[in-house]
């Protein structure tokens, strides 16, 4: 692979060694690299989600949804994403409109009871509440202004996917389609889909198979987490570009950047990924053929 000084490597000590081949296809990160994700505009979001829950499942004060929300929140981060499981958006929504009605949470230290917890609300209600909170994310949260442009020009030239660590499948779906990406993206893998996030080999296999199983080191993998996608791409073998710039304030999960990989582009923001590629591809016209 290259690194920032453009010189050739084939592993830098940590999973598969990379075997450098023609690009051929690209995944892409979502949330923070196709669509930033600020603070400010991730509660934008559950302020509105909360809104149409506290009228239309309660009447609830919406002060107390969004008291709740976040509390079953950071429980399901602390609790799933150590074991590399996705959160569950229609487990939290249950415990929230649990606890609105009047089920006492448990301890900081022990599991919901999710059965009963089922109980205090409906599939219907579910559903409903997830509707809004993916109608509340697809308008008040604007993709990178390179983003949709980006992705009809990489269409033109490799295979393209999102892959994305994401609770809720159908949000990224209907974020796609409302933005007209749809069209030129062979799929969207998510980890709510696939069980596990990033960087569970898991989900790198499940892009690679969607993008009809191109050797790993023709895959070139572009997002802003350094474990989960950084290090994770690499693991399986991929190449990668690591995008420096995110919201300084965003609530997604992050790492911090270490020294067991080094990324074949680095890139300040996602408009310089197509020059980036480019002088990937001069690279590996260049380097000594095998064999």
């Given at each position: 692979?290259?690194?920032?000084?453009?010189?050739?490597?084939?592993?830098?000590?940590?999973?598969?060694?990379?075997?450098?081949?023609?690009?051929?296809?690209?995944?892409?990160?979502?949330?923070?690299?196709?669509?930033?994700?600020?603070?400010?505009?991730?509660?934008?979001?559950?302020?509105?989600?909360?809104?149409?829950?506290?009228?239309?499942?309660?009447?609830?004060?919406?002060?107390?949804?969004?008291?709740?929300?976040?509390?079953?929140?950071?429980?399901?981060?602390?609790?799933?994403?150590?074991?590399?499981?996705?959160?569950?958006?229609?487990?939290?929504l249950a415990r929230i409109l649990a606890r609105l009605r009047?089920?006492?949470?448990?301890?900081?230290?022990?599991?919901?009871?999710?059965?009963?917890?089922?109980?205090?609300?409906?599939?219907?209600?579910?559903?409903?509440?997830?509707?809004?909170?993916?109608?509340?994310?697809?308008?008040?949260?604007?993709?990178?202004?390179?983003?949709?442009?980006?992705?009809?020009?990489?269409?033109?030239?490799?295979?393209?996917?999102?892959?994305?660590?994401?609770?809720?499948?159908?949000?990224?779906?209907?974020?796609?389609?409302?933005?007209?990406?749809?069209?030129?993206?062979?799929?969207?893998?998510?980890?709510?889909?696939?069980?596990?996030?990033?960087?569970?080999?898991?989900?790198?296999?499940?892009?690679?198979?969607?993008?009809?199983?191109?050797?790993?080191?023709?895959?070139?993998?572009?997002?802003?987490?350094?474990?989960?996608?950084?290090?994770?791409?690499?693991?399986?073998?991929?190449?990668?570009?690591?995008?420096?710039?995110?919201?300084?304030?965003?609530?997604?999960?992050?790492?911090?950047?270490?020294?067991?990989?080094?990324?074949?582009?680095?890139?300040?923001?996602?408009?310089?990924?197509?020059?980036?590629?480019?002088?990937?591809?001069?690279?590996?016209?260049?380097?000594?053929?095998?064999?």
């Amino acid at each position: 692979m290259t690194g920032r000084s453009g010189q050739a490597e084939s592993s830098d000590g940590l999973g598969a060694a990379v075997d450098p081949r023609p690009i051929e296809a690209v995944s892409l990160d979502f949330g923070n690299t196709l669509v930033p994700v600020s603070a400010a505009g991730l509660r934008r979001v559950v302020e509105r989600t909360a809104q149409a829950m506290a009228a239309h499942l309660g009447p609830f004060e919406e002060t107390e949804v969004l008291r709740i929300w976040g509390e079953e929140r950071e429980r399901q981060f602390r609790e799933d994403i150590p074991r590399f499981r996705e959160v569950d958006l229609s487990q939290r929504l249950a415990r929230i409109l649990a606890r609105l009605r009047g089920m006492a949470p448990p301890p900081a230290d022990t599991p919901w009871d999710d059965a009963r917890a089922a109980e205090r609300s409906t599939p219907d209600e579910i559903e409903w509440a997830i509707d809004a909170y993916s109608r509340a994310f697809v308008e008040g949260l604007p993709a990178a202004p390179a983003a949709g442009a980006l992705i009809r020009r990489l269409a033109g030239r490799y295979r393209v996917v999102i892959l994305s660590n994401w609770p809720l499948a159908s949000t990224i779906d209907r974020y796609a389609e409302a933005a007209g990406w749809t069209p030129y993206l062979r799929a969207i893998v998510v980890s709510q889909r696939v069980g596990v996030v990033k960087p569970h080999p898991a989900m790198f296999e499940a892009a690679r198979k969607a993008l009809d199983g191109p050797p790993p080191g023709a895959i070139l993998h572009v997002g802003d987490d350094w474990a989960a996608d950084v290090v994770g791409a690499r693991a399986v073998g991929w190449r990668v570009a690591y995008l420096r710039a995110r919201p300084g304030d965003s609530p997604l999960p992050s790492s911090t950047r270490d020294t067991s990989v080094t990324p074949d582009l680095e890139l300040s923001t996602i408009d310089e990924l197509e020059d980036g590629l480019a002088r990937l591809e001069r690279h590996d016209r260049a380097a000594p053929q095998a064999g």
